[in-house]
Nanobody
């Protein structure tokens, strides 16, 4: 199973981007789909998650601006990012896990200019 993240790019502050993460192949037993990010010189941090029942959770820094969603039929998780700030600049990684399964995407770069 591989996760392919896409949708990153360069955007001005206040703009929007939508990230996608598609899983190749059929995956079962996934209970959490999440996005993490790593800014230059900083540790990777959790951004948002959606659990199997549909409940979503967000880091305080993105709450009200980012929305995580999923399409189970397409094995895809999305991250809609609005009102972007320069401090959102990072490589964004998708993650799908459940039980012993823990899959990570390769990362997609988001750069927000001021």
């Amino acid at each position: 199973v591989q996760l392919q993240a896409s949708g990153g790019g360069l955007v001005q502050a206040g703009g929007s981007l939508r990230l996608s993460c598609a899983a190749s192949g059929r995956i079962n037993g996934i209970s959490v789909r999440a996005w993490h990010r790593q800014a230059p010189g900083k540790e990777r941090e959790w951004v948002a998650a959606i659990v199997s029942g549909g409940t979503t959770n967000y880091a305080d820094s993105v709450k009200g601006r980012f929305t995580i969603s999923r399409d189970n039929a397409k094995n895809t998780v999305y991250l809609q990012m609005n009102s972007l700030k320069p401090e959102d600049t990072a490589v964004y990684y998708c993650n799908m896990k459940g039980g012993w399964r823990d899959y990570w995407g390769q990362g997609t770069l988001v750069t927000v200019s001021s």
